[in-house]
């Protein structure tokens, strides 16, 4: 026992050793295609300086960083099982009567305790960084503005037509899209206040908000009441969803909060629910690259070749991101279910991993 622990700490420490090189190859290079293509886009923005760029290049590579983890986790055990098999460190270990089983749990353990960490705490600040970018790629970059945001008290509208702004409070929305128990804040320009309108609905049609029993409390004066009022808007629907917080930008610990929020307003939680399931998935999924990472690398070390070792590696690693694009696809339409969707990938690598290391222990 005493003898096998000494041997997993040494297989452990190698392994990750090698994951970390391997992140911190695909951070440098991450950061540099990051790097040229922002400052590609500063070219004709004068107020996007070089270290504004640097910054937002900067905060980009978190969230980059945690969607590469598995893939690191899946070249680091490529390279760190060709490395024990070239001193036939895994021949002794099996000679020792050491099964294939037991070499990989203690690597095994630490793509798990990776894959967990990323998960409950780098991904908290992966997310924040991220909205962080998005806010300042929408200033400096000209991209759209958020409109939208909702939480526990209801859905918050912005939007400034001809320099006029309005703020649209609504407590719910049904699933016909009407707004109930609608506040509306109107002002001249963004500061001087004009009135304030409460309504018991709003319906958004084309070009304007249609109002029904309407209170006008204006800047002075008793308030008045009318059966209907129209108020001119540029928003849709497609663009108050597409404001609304992406879930790229929140933790795994903000998301069953916000979806809840979400759904009581009347919106479509499916690319949240996705994400959060997704962030649990990629738990196991990180565990399941060490596998098929072994794998690939015990069998083509065995057959002879660093190249073929590579090509398969980066085969099964780009079949698994192909998998993975296309059940979220299928996810986010609501052809497949969420969980379903999110949970495949990280299945179907678990049983490829497991598979091709019985096949191995066979052979």
Not at 160 to 183: C, N, P, S, Y
Not at 299 to 325: E, N, W
Request: net charge neutral.
């Amino acid at each position: 026992m005493g003898q096998f622990g000494v041997l997993s700490r040494y297989l452990a420490r190698r392994f990750f050793l090698w994951v970390c090189i391997v992140l911190v190859v695909l951070a440098a290079l991450v950061w540099l295609i990051g790097m040229i293509e922002l400052l590609r886009r500063s070219g004709s923005r004068d107020e996007a300086t070089f270290g504004i760029v640097l910054e937002m290049a900067a905060l980009e590579l978190p969230a980059m960083l945690e969607l590469l983890l598995p893939f690191a986790v899946l070249f680091g055990a490529l390279f760190a099982f060709d490395r024990l098999g070239r001193h036939n460190e895994l021949t002794a270990a099996h000679g020792a009567g050491v099964s294939v089983w037991k070499v990989l749990l203690p690597a095994l353990a630490v793509a798990f305790v990776l894959g967990a960490g990323a998960v409950v705490f780098y991904g908290p600040l992966a997310a924040a960084a991220q909205g962080r970018f998005d806010r300042l790629e929408a200033r400096y970059f000209g991209s759209a503005a958020p409109v939208s945001s909702i939480s526990q008290s209801g859905l918050w509208l912005r939007e400034v037509d001809d320099g006029d702004l309005t703020i649209l409070f609504a407590d719910r929305v049904d699933k016909e899209r009407i707004l109930h128990d609608v506040v509306v804040y109107r002002f001249e320009g963004l500061r001087h206040f004009r009135n304030r309108l409460d309504a018991g609905s709003a319906e958004l049609r084309d070009g304007y908000w249609f109002l029904k029993g309407v209170w006008d409390a204006g800047s002075g004066g008793a308030p008045a009441r009318r059966i209907a009022e129209r108020i001119p808007t540029t928003l849709s629907w497609e663009h108050i969803e597409d404001g609304l917080t992406g879930p790229a930008t929140m933790s795994v610990w903000r998301l069953p909060a916000y979806i809840e929020a979400l759904e009581e307003a009347g919106f479509q939680a499916r690319k949240h629910r996705l994400r959060f399931h997704a962030l649990l998935a990629s738990v196991v999924l990180t565990a399941a690259m060490l596998l098929i990472g072994a794998a690939v690398s015990i069998r083509s070390r065995r057959r002879g070749g660093t190249a073929v070792m590579l090509s398969a590696g980066v085969g099964a690693g780009f079949l698994l991101f192909i998998l993975s694009d296309v059940v979220f696809a299928l996810g986010l339409s609501g052809r497949a279910p969420v969980v379903l969707a999110a949970w495949t990938p990280a299945a179907a690598a678990v049983m490829l991993g497991c598979a091709a290391l019985l096949h191995l222990e066979d052979g």
